[in-house]
């Protein structure tokens, strides 16, 4: 099925994150793991609506100077959520 909006490709940059779980009285990380479901969520829905690939830029050599700990945070989620979402992101 052609996407019904014509698209063949949609590109997103992830950003904010961390600040809108700060916003939340979150910790960082948190809204890390949220941003990972809303990414999984939107890649569903780029499936159903015929969109064949989805580019995500995620992080940046300006990241990788955050504590260590969200780093790794970071690192560890995207294998997960790449792991348990092979199927949908092939």
């Not at 990972?36 to 990788?64: P, Q, R, W």
Request: with cysteine; proline share 2%.
């Amino acid at each position: 099925m052609d996407s019904r909006a014509g698209l063949k490709h949609l590109a997103i940059i992830m950003d904010g994150n961390g600040r809108w779980a700060l916003s939340q009285g979150l910790p960082r990380i948190d809204g890390h793991a949220k941003g990972a479901e809303a990414t999984v969520n939107i890649v569903k829905y780029c499936c159903d609506l015929g969109i064949k690939e989805v580019s995500l830029f995620g992080m940046s050599t300006e990241n990788t100077g955050r504590p260590i700990a969200e780093v790794s945070f970071i690192q560890n989620l995207v294998a997960e959520i790449c792991t348990d979402n092979q199927k949908i992101f092939h």
